[in-house]
């Protein structure tokens, strides 16, 4: 049975880092599509960045691009966020599926089949 777990939201000021961690339970080390998603109040699920467990390509949204890292330490694949702002403000989820990242479809929700609960993030001024 496939789980995730969220860890490492907070509440934080802005200009400082979080770093948010996703453990996985039942799935190998590699070989897999770990996506990290948001959802801000009233706002659709937009998709953060992914990474190809094992094979190490990642993907990350415009919006993010340079403020955002993924990295992955075994069966857990972290999120690290820079020089936060108020408008990272969300539930902050990741999800698996069974396959490598795709250019085409790692940011769409659909795509993925296994989610973790999430993780609140908090960013004031």
């Known amino acids: 049975q496939v789980q995730l777990e969220e860890s490492g939201g907070g509440s934080v000021q802005a200009g400082r880092s979080l770093r948010l961690g996703c453990a996985a339970s039942?799935?190998?080390?590699?070989?897999?599509?770990i996506g990290w998603f948001r959802q801000a109040p009233g706002k659709e699920r937009e998709g953060v960045g992914a990474?190809?467990?094992?094979?190490?390509t990642r993907y990350y949204a415009d919006s993010v691009k340079g403020r955002v890292t993924i990295s992955q330490e075994e069966n857990t694949v972290y999120l690290q966020i820079d020089s936060l702002r108020p408008d990272d403000t969300a539930m902050y989820y990741c999800?698996?599926?069974?396959?490598?990242?795709?250019?085409?479809?790692?940011?769409?929700?659909?795509?993925?089949?296994?989610w973790g609960p999430g993780t609140q993030v908090t960013v004031s001024s």
């Open positions: 999800a698996a599926s069974r396959r490598w990242c795709g250019l085409s479809w790692w940011f769409s929700s659909g795509q993925y089949v296994y």
């Open positions: 039942g799935l190998s080390y590699s070989n897999n599509c």
């Open positions: 990474i190809t467990t094992g094979e190490g």
